[in-house]
Every structure is written in C-alpha cells, then in structure tokens.
C-alpha cells in the first residue's frame, strides 16, 4: 500500500516557476517508479515525466523537455517536478503516479497507485 500527496500547485503567471511535491508512505519508496501526469479541462490524462527507482534514468513528454526536471529524494519518499517557463498551456490538474512493474512509464494504466492531484494555473 503506497499513499501519495502532492502539493505545491498553485497560480502563476507565464514565464513562472513552480515545484510540486509528491510525498508517498511507506518503507519501500525507492522500488516504485513514479510519474507525473497532467489532464487539462476537456482532454485526456497527458504523461508529463517518470523517474526510474533510484533516479538513473528520466523521461520526459516533449513539450515539457527542457522546461520541467523530475527529481527524487528516496530518503524523504519524495519525489518533485520542477516546472519553469510555465506557460498557459501547462495548465491542468497535475497527478502523482507509482508503480512497480513499469514497462512503459509513458502509461497511465502501468502504474498502480495515484494522488489526489494539485491544480497548477498559468495565466497569461
């Protein structure tokens, strides 16, 4: 059982800066992959980025690449999305995701446990 929190939504202008949080229970943190998913009003749930279990590897969907870092800390079970540049277009409610037999990290239906989700809003 894997209980994730975000936080750190929030209002921003274009141009902006945010960094969600995503806190996760439990004693083995550091054997789930975990993700970051967005679905803006009227669209479907969109893969945002995924960090494999000790951070080795990153993946990004291209219009966050350069923009957005995706980040953990399995001391603390946490894991972060650093967003800069932020622009009207990443608005949406942002969602934690962690999974453990992760085949394709791009997959929403791969991962078993999720957040309640963090509205980011970008005005412009």
């Known amino acids: 059982q894997v209980q994730l929190v975000e936080s750190g939504g929030g209002l921003v202008q274009a141009g902006g800066s945010l960094r969600l949080s995503c806190a996760a229970s439990?004693?083995?943190?550091?054997?789930?992959?975990m993700g970051w998913f967005r679905q803006a009003p009227g669209k479907e749930r969109e893969f945002v980025a995924a960090i494999s279990t000790i951070g080795s590897s990153t993946n990004y969907v291209d219009s966050v690449k350069g923009r957005f870092t995706i980040s953990r800390e399995n001391a603390k079970n946490t894991v972060y999305l650093q967003m800069n540049s932020l622009k009207p277009e990443d608005t949406a409610v942002y969602y934690c995701a962690a999974g453990r037999l992760i085949f394709d990290n791009r997959r929403s239906d791969e991962y078993e446990y999720w957040g309640q989700g963090t509205q980011v809003t970008v005005s412009s």
């Open positions: 439990g004693r083995t943190f550091s054997s789930y992959t």
